[in-house]
């Protein structure tokens, strides 16, 4: 079955954060599918629709929404995540065959940018890989929150000639990985940052792009309180948390 899709970075939260080619894509799309993601995520639902209603010209196009799979989190990191992104592939397998016709454009809104931390294409090519399906994507990059934390924290992500490391929060609370350079964390459910030094700066944002965001920034011995105090309270009033924080060793240098 051929079938032809876009997959297209809307930022992190901000409408302003789609960028031009974004919404010439999104004018292309005859059907977007846009996932549902839980109660507490209802906000980021409304926010893919937003977009659509906001950038889309005309309303030749219907949204179709479909559930994700909680993943589970009783056995190995690594095989429950193959065990997700299986189910959610039987998902993505169903909705193209369908859903989707051979001559209209499929479309997936993806949070942030496509690259980071996100499934969509590896799905994609593991279904192309079927050879049941002859799927033809093409990638819009959109605004990642690594790029958004650091424009709203108006601080450049590496020094001079160092490394810059993206990791999660998951490997963080193992331990800062070695000559890392600066560090970005992501995924961070269990505040990783409580267990490294006190005298790493850290830029931390919640939120990011959306009229809730929070910033904190300062020296982790100094505002560590602060971040956890902020935290725990934004995740009690709205269910649910998404924040991503840069750590640097040593005082402040222009980076370039
Ligand atoms: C599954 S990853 C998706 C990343 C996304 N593709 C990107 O480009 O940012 C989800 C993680 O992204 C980060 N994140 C996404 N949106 C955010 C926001 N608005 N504010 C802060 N962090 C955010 C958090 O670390 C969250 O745990």
Known sequence: ??????VIGIGTGNPEYVTVQAVKALNRVSVFFIPNKGDDKADLHHLRREICDRYIEGDNYRLVDFDIPERSKAGKYTSDVSAWRAEVRAIYERLL???IGEDEV?????????????GT???LD???ATGRFDLDYDVIPGISSVSALAARHKVALNRIGQ???ITTGRLVSQG?????????????????FRNVDDDLGIHWGAYIGTEDEILVAGKLGDVREEIERVRSAARKE?????DTYLLSPGADEDAS
């Open 121 to 123: 294409m590896g799905i």
């Open 1 to 6: 079955m051929k079938r032809t899709l876009t």
């Open 126 to 128: 593991s279904i192309n």
């Open 176 to 192: 800062l990985p070695p000559d890392a350079g600066n560090v970005v964390v992501m995924l961070d459910s269990r505040d990783a």
């Open 238 to 242: 709205k269910g649910w948390v998404m």
């Open 106 to 118: 499929g479309g997936f809104l993806v949070w942030g940018d496509p690259s980071l931390y996100d």
């Open 163 to 165: 490394p810059l490391t």
């Open 97 to 99: 065959a369908e859903e």
